[in-house]
């Protein structure tokens, strides 16, 4: 994979870099908004733009259900059909064996879901994964992967580390038997797993480079540990990476946890904070959070940040996105979430300019003061 | 008021006139989308104007419930509110008047609401009605008025109508005496009841026209009559009412009522039709209605219609809009109202085209057969 670093900050690990994928060049640090089921909800493809997403995330396992392997085929792969352009990164379903606790049954072979549309049963193996991913069409995929919540006892957490680590090593078996199938170039992420515990996370990485992949994520974060550990884990994985790879921290996270993940050489982050915290009536701002349903609100003239650029600020006062919310409109939630996922671009766009500048840990100071 | 009619068509009663207003002109016939509680739902002001939107209409009762009248005043408007800036009509009330069958009671003085929100009760009068539209700031404000289903007895229907009048004289000395509170013109219109009773309707148009008002609503349509039924009484006004005022046809309506009414000489249109069907996924073209969630569409790569230039045809397939409405995804709703809102605007701009080159009733009779 075309994964170029460009600067990193002299004072700590955090570093600017640039991924190239055939939907387009992504500046990293790089934050995902999600779309689970191709759709990053309430948003439109041109409102993403305008926010300046650069890459977008969906999900193999929602996306396998709805619309399903035969509608993607036919439309020709997920950026047909959803009309986004841009770089598009696709989780494995990995989530979901740790989300979905009465809906599964894990095997050697891989994992039996039950769908939560309809009850129906279905076996996603390593390789299937893989197939999947071929038909949705993104630009980057992940091996299947087995997480467990933190903290897992010791042996739980090897069972999981060690049953994803021979899933990968299926995995990049069928992804070099098979090609992309729209005539575009797709990569693949392995996923370090190994709990909170490093030796295991030490044991998981060294497999995962043998095996060889276009990037690396840490997964099994973000799942019940507290922000320390949750560093210290991160650190770990990241001082262990060879630099050259793109590091992908899965899940993570709210502004803070992104901020702080950066200085510890994280390059892509996704996580559903910005959009679901969004249609909660909860907004970032560089003062701090704000509950729009507030009744504090309800005659404020000003914007929800007097200082964004966004769509939402640039024209709506938070007086009336307060009423919005009261009387349940669509149009609130939509505010919201382009209010949200413009907040997370321009910190990431910040935090590569603080990088570039060698300023990333006063940005970084700075910035956490502002979040109480 | 500032109307002018440029054409009528020489075969029919179809005219084409302008409507000025302090929020700009209005091309009539006009259909003006509904925005309830001050918001066309999941549509932004942006949006609207892309659709062509020319007007929209909000309603008297929603907003003094919410946002209320201490908010609406402290932002100077509806407009400076909810940032669209074209021109707005207000409904008085008066439909839930009827609408409300469990919440209200009718007195000689007004009308005693229950909120549908929190069950206080509430009373409006003639006057208080003005005094509501003049804090809401409505380009055009409509008197309070009293409906009944139709077909109702003859007695009920004249007891209606003139308790109509009655308030049409209080609310129109209300609005003399009082003024704009935003330094701009706010217009009145009366509104005809009369039931299905041709005699109790031209009753009522001699008595709104000796008070005398900006121009004319025909309202009690729409509310249980049949087509037929309708179309005469519209017809027995628009024959009554002074060429020189604008006509209004409240609640109508689908679009082959609306092309119905504009031969008859309405000029303008409100309904909810457009934008509650798009959320039910019913959308309009010119080969008739579709139902996005119809299983035959999945596959269907071309838009909705094919040679609609909304923003939802110029961008999506209806096969993912067929997606988004399958997985409940909200941008589906969005894009199916953009589409009826345009096919209405596009719809009445095609009628005022027609009658201009007096070839309205072609136009109708050719759009009619695409409707089944």
Redesign the interface.
């Known amino acids: 994979m075309e994964f170029s670093i460009n600067h990193t900050d002299k004072n700590c690990k955090a570093r600017v870099g640039r991924l190239k994928t055939d939907h387009g060049e992504v500046a990293t640090p790089v934050f995902m908004p999600v779309g689970s ?3 990053v ?6 409102e993403l733009g305008k926010c300046q997403v650069q890459m977008m995330l969906s999900n193999t396992y929602h996306l396998y259900l ?2 399903g392997l035969e ?1 993607l085929k ?2 020709g792969g997920l950026h047909q ?3 986004w352009d841009g770089p598009i990164l696709t989780d494995s379903g990995g989530f979901q064996v740790y989300s979905l606790e009465e809906l599964k049954n894990i095997y050697e072979d891989g994992v039996e879901f039950k769908s939560h549309w309809d009850g129906s049963a279905h076996l996603f193996t390593p390789e299937k994964v893989v197939d999947i991913q071929r038909v949705i069409g993104s630009d980057i995929m992940m091996v299947l992967d087995y997480l467990t919540g933190n903290p897992s006892e010791f042996e739980v957490a090897q069972t999981a580390h060690r049953q994803t680590l021979k899933w990968a090593e299926r995995a990049t078996i069928q992804f070099q038997k098979t090609k992309s199938l729209y005539g575009y170039r797709q990569f693949q992420f392995g996923i370090i797993q190994g709990g909170i515990y490093p030796q295991l996370r030490e044991e998981s990485i060294k497999g995962l480079l043998l095996i060889g992949f276009d990037g690396y994520a840490i997964g099994g974060l973000a799942v019940g540990e507290d922000a320390e550990t949750r560093n210290q884990i991160t650190d770990f994985c990241t001082e262990k990476l060879p630099e050259v790879f793109p590091r992908y921290l899965m899940g993570v996270g709210k502004p803070e946890d992104v901020i702080q993940s950066i200085q510890l050489g994280v390059d892509m982050f996704d996580c559903v904070v910005p959009t679901r915290n969004g249609r909660n009536g909860t907004v970032f701002t560089h003062h701090g959070k704000i509950n729009i349903r507030n009744t504090a609100h ?2 404020v ?1 000003d914007p929800i940040d007097p200082n964004c650029g966004c769509e939402a600020c640039l ?3 938070l ?2 996105i307060h ?2 919310f ?2 349940n ?3 609130g ?2 505010l919201a979430t382009i209010h949200n996922i413009y907040f997370y671009m321009k910190l990431l766009s910040d935090a590569r300019d603080a990088i570039l500048r060698d300023q990333f840990i006063p940005f970084k100071n700075a910035f956490l003061k502002t979040r109480g």
Request: charged share 25%; no cysteine.
């Open positions: 089921i191709g759709t909800k309430t948003a439109s493809p041109a709805r619309p509608i036919e439309f059909f959803n009309r309800k005659t003239k024209n709506f006062s007086g009336y009423h919005l009261k009387v409109e669509i149009l939630l939509r």
